[in-house]
């Protein structure tokens, strides 16, 4: 059974910086994509980023691009998100994900991903 679960988030103010975890089990961590998503409530669920199985390849969304980093350790079966300059708009639950297939680049596209996470809360005041 594949599990992801998130750690890391909590209440930062404006211009602060946090990282989750995530850490996968349940399934061959290297040789799959993995991705982070965010939803805000009364929003639909949004792509923030994604990173091959090696990690040589990273997409990024544009309103986190510059800002947050994306990283994974196979060693640890974890992805991590660091997050910096954090702005109010960035509050959401923060969700990691893994396809089922194992493709040679990632996709921010959330239809392409089958396991979830629990999600973990960031909540960025002004």
């Known amino acids: 059974q594949v599990q992801l679960a998130e750690s890391g988030g909590g209440l930062v103010q404006a211009g602060g910086s946090l990282r989750l975890s995530c850490a996968a089990s349940?399934?061959?961590?290297?040789?799959?994509?993995m991705g982070w998503f965010r939803q805000a409530p009364g929003k639909e669920r949004e792509p923030v980023a994604a990173?091959?199985?090696?990690?040589?390849?990273?997409y990024y969304a544009d309103s986190v691009r510059g800002r947050f980093t994306i990283s994974r350790d196979n060693a640890k079966n974890t992805v991590y998100l660091h997050m910096n300059s954090l702005k109010p708009e960035d509050t959401a639950v923060y969700y990691c994900?893994?396809?089922?297939?194992?493709?040679?680049?990632?996709?921010?596209?959330?239809?392409?991903?089958?396991?979830w996470g629990q999600g973990t809360q960031v909540t960025v005041s002004s």
């Open positions: 990173i091959s199985r090696t990690g040589n390849s990273i």
């Open positions: 994900a893994a396809p089922k297939s194992q493709t040679y680049l990632p996709t921010l596209n959330p239809g392409a991903y089958d396991y």
């Open positions: 349940g399934l061959t961590f290297s040789a799959h994509n």
